[in-house]
């Protein structure tokens, strides 16, 4: 799972990498008032310049600055459904309805409901689910897709997936079309899924 791996490699949070900074900066200051911080930063003894002392004293804060930046933006924006692989069939001219498809997972511990979903190009859209009854292919609009707690939902051709109706523009191999999908929990996403030819 995406989070918990992220967590585990960046264990700390914004707060507590400040106050690592703070008491890595508190480190610091005490080292170069030291009588050891010509030993310990220039592996000699004594004889080191104002200069130089100035010199490594900005070059470790720089690096410590570098590491705490790298802890907050690696703090993951958390997302209760991870989206991936998702894709809108390409259309020919004219055409007034396709499908967009992808894999929703879901990272909580409790079952969460795709509600809604939308997008600029198109009219309409809704939850579709294709069936086969009589031996015939049907579509039909379903209120909600559930996501159980820690599982995964594939929307894939001939089964669950978003319709696109009412089409405003031919949706061509390589464009990206945003959709926006609700949850269930409150919380929404918007992606940007390309477009692929049918087979995709
Ligand atoms: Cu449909």
């Known amino acids: 799972m995406k989070s918990a791996s992220n967590r585990l490699r960046y264990p700390l949070g914004y707060k507590e990498a400040k106050i690592s900074i703070l008491i890595q900066i508190n480190w610091l200051m005490m080292m170069v008032k030291s009588k050891h911080f010509d030993a310990i930063f220039l592996g000699?003894?004594?004889g080191a310049s104002a200069k130089s002392k100035v010199f490594y004293l900005l070059a470790a804060l720089f690096f410590i600055g570098l590491s705490g930046c790298a802890d907050d933006?690696?703090?993951p924006e958390s997302h209760s459904v991870v989206i991936e692989k998702p894709f809108v069939r390409s259309t020919a001219p004219g055409q007034q309805v396709t499908g967009a498809f992808m894999r929703l997972k879901n990272e909580t511990l409790e079952d969460i409901d795709l509600v809604e979903a939308s997008s600029a190009v198109s009219g309409v859209t809704e939850i579709h689910e294709t069936s086969m009854r009589d031996g015939v292919m049907?579509?039909?609009h379903v209120g909600s897709i559930t996501i159980p707690a820690n599982g995964m939902v594939e929307l894939k051709p001939g089964g669950l997936h978003v319709m696109l109706m009412g089409l405003k523009q031919?949706?061509?191999d390589g464009d990206f079309v945003s959709i926006?999908?609700?949850f269930s929990d409150g919380s929404s996403q918007t992606i940007?899924?390309?477009v692929m030819k049918a087979g995709g």
Do not use: D, I
Request: glycine content about 6%.
């Open 180 to 182: 926006e999908l609700k």
């Open 44 to 46: 000699k003894a004594g």
């Open 170 to 172: 031919t949706l061509n």
């Open 138 to 140: 049907r579509m039909h």
């Open 192 to 194: 940007e899924a390309p």
């Open 73 to 75: 933006t690696s703090v």
